[in-house]
């Protein structure tokens, strides 16, 4: 079955290490989205990609990097300079065909320690 | 840039009764996609329904249905007959129509949804 696949689930981070978060898709989706969640305020966008081995900055990029070596993969790091770290962080992906629509993995749980 | 609101944090309703969740946004486009996402208490996100900006027909999914708005920038949900799996945080988003479909797609805020038997 096709889908968005994000590992690990749950992810304890000690403070000033840097993790990564995985995002494989097998849509044949072209571009490839990260959002943090936080309650009360939505999903908010960390870096997107169109293309591979193109990425942009979302809305909240400061302490996030990410690569975009092959279509199927968009692994997230999250750097020792985010802050405040501890969120729920998912990944999507479109198509470039009409009637677009975004799936989703099942989320990554980060928490600092 | 591109922004989308929701103003009601948090709704309820009871069972077999219609709700109606709000949505605005703001925008310079003039071809679009909007959707509501429906996150249940699994966080799995799940697409309730799309609209594109270009028709003037309002998109429907069996009870799911909207109030589509264009020159008000409003783009609200309603959802008929409530059931208590309707329960969930709803997500209401926008993504330009670009050459390859795959813009920047930007959520609101959510709004939480209760249903009561």
């Known amino acids: 079955d096709g889908g968005i696949t994000q590992s690990p689930k749950y992810l304890f981070r000690k403070e000033g290490q840097n993790v990564t978060l995985s995002c494989e898709q097998n849509?044949?989706?072209?571009?490839m989205y990260w959002y943090r969640q936080d309650p009360g305020q939505g999903l908010r966008l960390i870096y997107y990609?169109?293309?591979?081995?193109?990425?942009q900055k979302g809305d909240i990029a400061e302490g996030y990097s990410v690569s975009r070596e092959k279509k199927e993969s968009f692994p997230l790091t999250v750097t020792s300079a985010q802050k405040n770290p501890t969120a729920f962080y998912l990944c999507?992906?479109?198509?470039?065909?009409?009637?677009?629509?975004?799936?989703f993995g099942q989320g990554t749980r980060l928490t600092v320690v | 840039a591109q922004t989308v609101t929701q103003s009601q944090p948090e709704m309820s309703v009871q069972e077999a009764e219609t709700v109606t969740l709000s949505c605005t946004y703001d925008?310079?486009?003039?071809?679009?996609?909007l959707f509501w996402y429906k996150q249940p208490p699994s966080r799995q996100m799940i697409l309730v329904i799309r609209?594109?900006?270009?028709?003037?027909q309002n998109a429907t999914e069996n009870r799911f249905s909207v109030n589509f708005q264009k020159a008000a920038k409003s783009f609200s949900l309603k959802i008929s007959d409530s059931q208590l799996g309707d329960t969930a945080m709803y997500f209401c988003?926008?993504?330009?129509?670009?050459?390859?479909?795959?813009?920047?797609?930007?959520f609101g805020t959510g709004t939480r949804l209760q249903v009561f038997p």
């Open positions: 990609s169109q293309i591979v081995n193109d990425f």
């Open positions: 849509l044949n989706h072209d571009a």
């Open positions: 609209q594109e900006a270009y028709k003037q």
């Open positions: 925008t310079s486009e003039s071809n679009y996609y």
């Open positions: 999507a992906s479109t198509t470039d065909r009409a009637n677009t629509e975004a799936f």
């Open positions: 988003a926008f993504m330009k129509q670009s050459f390859y479909n795959t813009d920047k797609l930007i």
